[in-house]
């Protein structure tokens, strides 16, 4: 088992731009989370999914940001324009089922917004 | 609102000491508990759980925590830590009624050699 992928490991855009970062999930996992995690702000939860169908959105900070999960093995979170502010380790996770077992996460994608 | 209180930011202990970092809750609905560790440069590693039963829960590399109810609290410990337990440690509890989990702030847990 790879365990949760995400991509890319590190992201350095400029201001302005438009960033996609993924993540696929564990196979047969039903739930995916996206978390952002910073110095301030600790581990804030964004957005989750549960049988690619999204639950929760009321974590994504505007309307800049937005994610998908056309299947079960495959999901995107995008922010456009990016911001500096949005620099940040986000990180993916997912579980087995809507009941909280406890989560994988992947190793993250930090991102940096000059 | 739901939240998880963790109550030291930051923790330096000498190699050796024991540890017990503390988690309060504030959800009084059914819970299940969660502690997570985050080793620098790392993502987040699940340590240990609890859903029900024995109210002491014991995890990987010799770390436990105990579940006192009427305290909404789930501390972590361990009788001797070493200096590869330096690491941020998050409390995280599920709230199964509202189907979602709120982590705490962590514990940046360093130890001295």
């Not at chain 1, 438009?18 to 996206?34: A, D, M, Q, Y």
């Not at chain 1, 929760?56 to 299947?71: I, L, Q, T, V």
């Not at chain 2, 109810?69 to 690491?87: E, G, Y």
Request: hydrophobic share 35%.
């Amino acid at each position: 088992d790879a365990g949760v992928i995400q991509s890319p490991r590190h992201e350095v855009t400029e201001m302005g731009q438009e960033v996609t970062l993924r993540c696929k999930p564990i196979s047969g996992h039903n739930s995916l989370f996206w978390y952002r995690q910073t110095m301030m702000r600790g581990l804030e939860l964004l957005i989750y999914f549960n049988n690619n169908v999204p639950i929760d959105d009321s974590g994504m900070p505007e309307d800049r940001f937005s994610a998908k999960m056309p299947n079960a093995s495959f999901s995107t979170l995008k922010i456009q324009p990016s911001e500096p502010r949005d620099s940040a380790v986000y990180f993916c996770a997912s579980s087995p089922a809507r009941t909280n077992y406890g989560y994988t996460f992947g190793s993250g994608t930090r991102l940096t917004v000059v | 609102a739901q939240s998880v209180s963790q109550h030291n930011h930051h923790v330096i202990l000498s190699e050796a000491a024991s540890l017990e970092l503390g988690c309060n809750y504030s959800y009084g609905g059914t819970v299940n508990l969660f502690w997570y560790v985050q080793y620098p440069g790392q993502h987040l590693q699940l340590l240990l759980k609890y859903f029900s039963g024995d109210p002491l829960v014991k995890g990987i590399k010799g770390f436990e925590a105990e579940f006192i109810k009427s305290k909404f609290s789930f501390n972590l410990r361990k009788p001797s830590v070493q200096w590869s337990d330096t690491a941020e440690y998050f409390c995280a509890v599920y709230n199964t009624g509202g189907f979602k989990t709120i982590f705490g702030a962590g514990t940046r847990l360093f130890v001295k050699a």
